[in-house]
């Protein structure tokens, strides 16, 4: 029984991850989700297809590369230290590099979070008052704690100071990339193309100047999961808590990264069934309990602070329904029915709660009586987030202003826009592709803890199919499949150099015979 739930549950993982990817690598290579520039502020996805010849052609420029360096001996020669050393300082400077010349400032959102951390400076509470921001989105308390200890350190509303601090855990994810890849591949020429790839992931940088915690949250969750990996190896349970601190910090800054909490329980709950650990299970408890404590801590602190209880904000079903409605910018995106709804009613949750329960079993009947419409809706909502390659990194830096050099204003409304838009493209289809190449190849040798990462992106799939959608949000899962990637090109350029070297001998062996018989 024990050993039919586990195959269950890894099958599971493996097959869904294994058929979503397929999905992905067709659509990235025969199609595209992008923004038009014209249309930037109304975030409208549009659709084009793609020259799927210009894809594979990428692809196949990519892998003989990879060969001709695989038969030089180059990947196992070079030293994965420095490279990491290399690839993590290039990041960052580049990373800063775009604060200081791109010019952004921030707005919808970042705009909000920013001045509200920034009157807490002054210990001014106005905006935990009943009706708004923070009783509204209490789930940016985590996020608004940091940038009030920036704000402190620094003085004034100074954007840059999370800028900088976003640059450095744009370093950070990139190590973490990297010693995630050694502990699960256990391959050199993996660890030197994931360190490769992430260098050259243009949207890590270009997400310096979001100030919304996504990189900064990343990190702490890759962290989280690689000293849980520490755990795994050495079963001390001090791992295990550090673990917990660290997704919890990560969970504060981003709520979606609740999505790898729950992947890490599923991890040690296979591994305490499968190994029989009461220290799995322990761990299990205690990231939940780590998470549950640092959340309540933190809005207790601020509570006591500001005077005001801070309520749970718009229920969660208001957000389920968006996603299940069409709208001005793509279907399942946001079209203000969650805000408008909650600000209706007084920011009643309970007949918030009821309308969004009342416009989902709309929604679900209009899905039952057209099922043609149903499918539409759901591939546009899907592709719209997981075929728009640049994940709105050019988007996110759409409000700037000031001199600018030729290079910065052709990023922003030139030739470079458009190259850039277009690499990110290749790239996409690169990773889609060998993810799941890696996927097939070791279809009967993946063990639980090397499908943790795609258990991560199928959730990921899962919660913003039923949640709002954004490509915004995606990125986090994209940048999860690098580690994947990596081992899907290190393994494919393995089989094609031993198929070309086989194919090489053959021919001297045909050239020797026909001299021989002469």
Same mark, same amino acid.
């Given at each position: 029984? @024990?050993?039919?739930?586990?195959?269950?549950?890894?099958?599971?993982?493996?097959?869904?991850?294994?058929?979503?990817?397929?999905?992905?690598?067709?659509?990235?290579?025969?199609?595209? =989700? #992008?923004?038009?520039?014209?249309?930037?502020?109304?975030?409208?996805?549009? #659709?084009?297809?793609?020259?799927? +010849?210009?894809? +594979?052609?990428?692809?196949?420029?990519?892998?003989?590369? /990879?060969?001709?360096?695989? *038969?030089?001996?180059? /990947?196992?020669?070079?030293?994965?230290?420095?490279?990491?050393?290399?690839?993590?300082?290039?990041?960052? =400077?580049?990373?800063?590099?775009?604060?200081?010349?791109?010019?952004?400032?921030?707005? *919808?959102?970042? @705009?909000?979070? !920013?001045?509200?951390?920034?009157?807490?400076? &002054?210990?001014?509470?106005?905006?935990?008052?009943?009706?708004?921001?923070? &009783?509204?989105?209490?789930?940016?308390?985590?996020?608004?704690?940091?940038?009030?200890? %920036?704000?402190?350190?620094?003085?004034?509303?100074?954007?840059? =100071?999370?800028?900088?601090?976003?640059?450095?855990?744009?370093?950070?994810?990139?190590?973490?990339?990297?010693?995630?890849?050694?502990?699960?591949?256990?391959?050199?020429?993996?660890?030197?193309?994931?360190?490769?790839?992430?260098?050259?992931?243009?949207?890590?940088?270009?997400?310096?100047?979001?100030? #919304?915690?996504?990189?900064?949250?990343?990190?702490?969750?890759?962290?989280?999961?690689?000293? +849980?990996?520490?755990?795994?190896? @050495?079963?001390?349970?001090?791992?295990?808590?550090?673990?917990?601190?660290?997704?919890?910090?990560?969970?504060?800054?981003?709520?979606?990264?609740?999505?790898?909490?729950?992947?890490?329980?599923?991890?040690?709950?296979?591994?305490?069934?499968?190994?029989?650990?009461?220290?799995?299970?322990?761990?299990?408890?205690?990231?939940?309990?780590?998470?549950?404590?640092?959340?309540?801590?933190?809005?207790?602190?601020?509570?006591?602070?500001?005077?005001?209880?801070?309520? !749970?904000?718009?229920?969660?079903? /208001?957000?389920?329904?968006?996603?299940?409605?069409?709208?001005?910018?793509?279907?399942?995106?946001?079209?203000?029915?969650?805000?408008?709804?909650?600000?209706?009613?007084?920011?009643?949750?309970?007949? !918030?709660?009821?309308? *969004?329960? =009342?416009?989902?079993?709309?929604?679900?009947?209009?899905?039952?009586?057209?099922?043609?419409?149903?499918?539409?809706?759901?591939?546009?909502?899907?592709?719209? &987030?997981?075929?728009?390659?640049?994940?709105?990194? +050019?988007?996110?830096?759409?409000?700037?202003?000031?001199?600018?050099?030729?290079?910065?204003?052709?990023?922003?409304?030139?030739? %470079?826009?458009?190259?850039?838009?277009? #690499?990110?493209?290749?790239?996409?289809? %690169?990773?889609?592709?060998?993810?799941?190449?890696?996927?097939?190849?070791? @279809?009967?040798?993946?063990?639980?803890?090397?499908?943790?990462?795609?258990?991560?992106?199928?959730?990921?799939?899962?919660?913003?199919?039923?949640?709002?959608?954004? !490509?915004?949000?995606?990125?986090?899962?994209?940048?999860?499949?690098?580690?994947?990637?990596?081992?899907?090109?290190?393994?494919?350029?393995?089989? /094609?150099?031993?198929?070309?070297?086989?194919?090489?001998?053959?021919?001297?062996?045909?050239?020797?015979?026909?001299?021989?018989?002469?």
């Amino acid at each position: 029984m @024990k050993n039919l739930i586990l195959r269950g549950a890894k099958g599971t993982v493996f097959w869904l991850s294994l058929i979503f990817m397929l999905f992905l690598t067709a659509v990235s290579l025969v199609s595209t =989700a #992008y923004f038009n520039q014209a249309d930037f502020y109304g975030e409208h996805p549009r #659709y084009r297809m793609d020259n799927i +010849l210009i894809n +594979l052609v990428f692809i196949f420029l990519v892998l003989a590369v /990879l060969v001709f360096l695989n *038969a030089k001996g180059i /990947l196992e020669k070079i030293p994965v230290k420095g490279l990491a050393a290399a690839a993590v300082l290039f990041v960052i =400077a580049v990373s800063i590099l775009w604060v200081r010349v791109s010019h952004t400032y921030p707005e *919808a959102d970042q @705009k909000a979070v !920013s001045w509200v951390s920034y009157l807490m400076t &002054q210990n001014n509470f106005l905006f935990f008052e009943p009706e708004k921001y923070m &009783q509204i989105y209490p789930n940016q308390l985590g996020l608004a704690a940091i940038l009030e200890a %920036l704000y402190r350190i620094t003085g004034g509303e100074n954007w840059d =100071a999370f800028r900088y601090l976003t640059a450095a855990a744009n370093g950070a994810v990139v190590y973490l990339l990297y010693k995630i890849t050694d502990r699960q591949f256990h391959s050199r020429k993996a660890d030197c193309l994931v360190l490769i790839g992430s260098a050259c992931c243009v949207q890590i940088i270009l997400y310096t100047t979001f100030l #919304y915690g996504i990189m900064l949250g990343l990190a702490f969750a890759l962290a989280a999961f690689y000293v +849980l990996l520490v755990f795994l190896e @050495k079963g001390r349970i001090g791992y295990a808590v550090l673990s917990g601190i660290l997704i919890g910090i990560s969970i504060l800054v981003k709520n979606n990264y609740s999505i790898f909490l729950v992947a890490m329980v599923i991890l040690l709950l296979y591994q305490a069934l499968e190994k029989k650990s009461w220290k799995a299970v322990l761990a299990a408890v205690i990231l939940v309990l780590a998470f549950a404590g640092l959340n309540r801590g933190l809005t207790a602190f601020y509570e006591y602070r500001s005077g005001m209880e801070i309520g !749970s904000g718009m229920p969660k079903t /208001l957000w389920v329904a968006m996603g299940m409605q069409e709208g001005e910018r793509a279907e399942g995106w946001y079209n203000e029915f969650n805000y408008n709804t909650f600000l209706e009613t007084g920011c009643d949750a309970e007949e !918030s709660d009821a309308i *969004a329960k =009342a416009s989902i079993a709309d929604s679900l009947e209009k899905f039952k009586n057209d099922p043609a419409y149903a499918l539409n809706f759901y591939y546009k909502k899907t592709v719209s &987030q997981w075929n728009e390659p640049t994940c709105e990194a +050019l988007w996110v830096n759409q409000f700037h202003s000031g001199e600018f050099s030729r290079i910065v204003q052709s990023i922003y409304d030139g030739k %470079l826009y458009t190259v850039l838009e277009e #690499y990110m493209n290749l790239f996409q289809s %690169l990773v889609y592709g060998a993810v799941l190449f890696l996927l097939w190849k070791r @279809k009967k040798s993946w063990s639980m803890e090397q499908l943790f990462l795609p258990l991560v992106i199928l959730g990921g799939f899962f919660f913003h199919t039923l949640w709002e959608a954004k !490509s915004q949000y995606i990125f986090p899962y994209f940048v999860c499949l690098l580690p994947c990637a990596a081992a899907g090109l290190a393994e494919a350029s393995d089989i /094609l150099k031993k198929r070309t070297a086989e194919k090489i001998r053959s021919k001297k062996e045909r050239i020797r015979k026909n001299a021989e018989e002469r």
